[in-house]
């Protein structure tokens, strides 16, 4: 009980929770689509979708000037690509709530004349360019992780023992596509906090591509791929070593 | 900014910003009302109000386990009259979120056929108990620091030799007796308010707020303007509470 109240005592932890909600209402309404006998659920779920989402835009009035600190604190590490990969992500995560938060003023009609679509596209695409940058650091710390793990004489000896297990692999491409495959499984089982954090950013990945119409799926595959991400961000959240820093 | 960032990560101090906002549109609306406003104006304020009514509600989900665990904490206390005030008053409040969360779910659709009206009374009775648990904690704690206060002064000077009254006056204390007697009560009462900045700042937080359940209840009824001000001057007085702790009033 007591982790509990501590965690949803932080607001970032119930907006994940929050978060979570809404996917998986979304998630379900997909699912129940067709279902006929279901209408009022799928009615209730709609509802229930719309007011979290409605209440976590309010909550996040203020967000914006948490991503310009964050912004200002990534600028001084010292790892170069580090550095830019994550400045660009806070900075593109800053107007993406500005955008948000005009959109919020709109909906509440403290604006009237915007373009919502316009602003709804804006905010789409800040977000995407604020996850490609994201999974551009993971796939960064992955490829210096692999370097690092090839050079350790303890995994050169398991991997040779993996690959002297199969005999029967073709000899040119799949020895190295296979290698490469378990220097990559291996450098991920020794670091989950990177595993975690580029799973997090692929699946978040695929709402704004569906917004954008880079490339659209279902409402299905939203759902289920915000789920996920809000599951891993809790599990984070309440799992301080399963973050990746910084 | 790094404070408004700390300030920011509580939920507590979001809610009670939202909350400050929300009672702020309810006397911006009576002003509106008053002023003669154009009636989209007022629509909007009364929309935003309403939203952010809800989306309190919203965030208030997990609350009666927090209000559960401050009443567990509040059983061990020493005091006796301060453990029976505080006990209560958290249950109370558990019991107010409890029928807050019912509201929510009758509001969002979740639960149908939902007697609002029924609902919404009940968590302002459970609401009014609480603050009034919280309003005798806050006058005994004050009784106490004023006899401590009265003990010390005594002791410091000595007494005086008491006049003597005249034969006539006999029968019933004379008025400038009393006068003086009450203006030493006044005296002592105010220093020791000013001496202790915590307990002034809950004591005007919880009288302010006691007008808002008195007049949805409709046992003072007070009207929109009135219940606005209230809510929106005990807001920024809890606000002020969590940007400097030391200003809380403990246990």
Known sequence: MDAVVKFTSQSQGRDRIFRATQYACALSIYLLRNDSERKNLVAKLKSLETNMSAGRKLFRLGNTVNSIEAAKRTMQLSDRVLCLCLTAANMNRALYFICDNVLWARSVGLIRDIDKERWILNSSRCYFLSLVMSLTRDIYVVLQLMTQTARDKHFRQKMELQLNESPEVAEAVVPHLDAFLFLLLESLKSHPAVALDTLKNICDLFIPLDRLGIYKSNAGVVGCCGLISSVIGIVTLAQPKLRLKP | ?251
């Open chain 2, 1 to 251: 900014m790094d404070s408004w960032v700390r300030f920011n990560a509580q939920s507590q101090a979001k809610e009670r910003v939202i909350r400050a906002a929300q009672y702020a549109c309810t006397l911006l609306g009576y002003t509106l009302q008053k002023g003669g406003a154009a009636a989209e104006l007022r629509k909007t304020v009364s929309q935003l109000e309403a939203h952010m009514s809800l989306s309190r509600k919203l965030l208030r989900l997990g609350n009666s386990v927090e209000a559960l665990e401050a009443a567990k904490r509040a059983i061990h206390l020493s005091d006796s009259v301060l453990r029976l005030c505080l006990t209560i008053s958290h249950l109370n409040r558990a019991m107010y979120f409890a029928c807050d969360n019912v509201l929510w779910a009758g509001k969002t659709g979740l639960v149908s056929k939902l007697d609002q009206h029924k609902w919404s009374q009940r968590s302002f009775r459970y609401y009014l108990f609480a603050l009034i648990l919280n309003l005798t904690r806050d006058v005994y704690e004050l009784r106490l620091l004023i006899e401590c206060e009265a003990r010390s002064r005594a002791a410091r000077s000595p007494p005086s030799p008491s006049p003597t009254l005249p034969a006539d006056h006999s029968l019933s204390p004379s008025t400038p007796d009393m006068l003086a007697w009450l203006r030493r009560q006044l005296h002592l009462l105010v220093t020791v308010l000013y001496s202790n900045p915590p307990l002034l700042l809950d004591l005007l937080k919880n009288s302010c707020d006691i007008f808002i359940p008195l007049d949805r209840l409709g046992i003072y009824p007070t009207g929109q303007g009135f219940v606005g001000a209230c809510g929106l001057a005990s807001s920024v007085l809890s606000i002020l509470t969590m940007v400097h702790p030391w200003l809380k009033l403990k246990p």
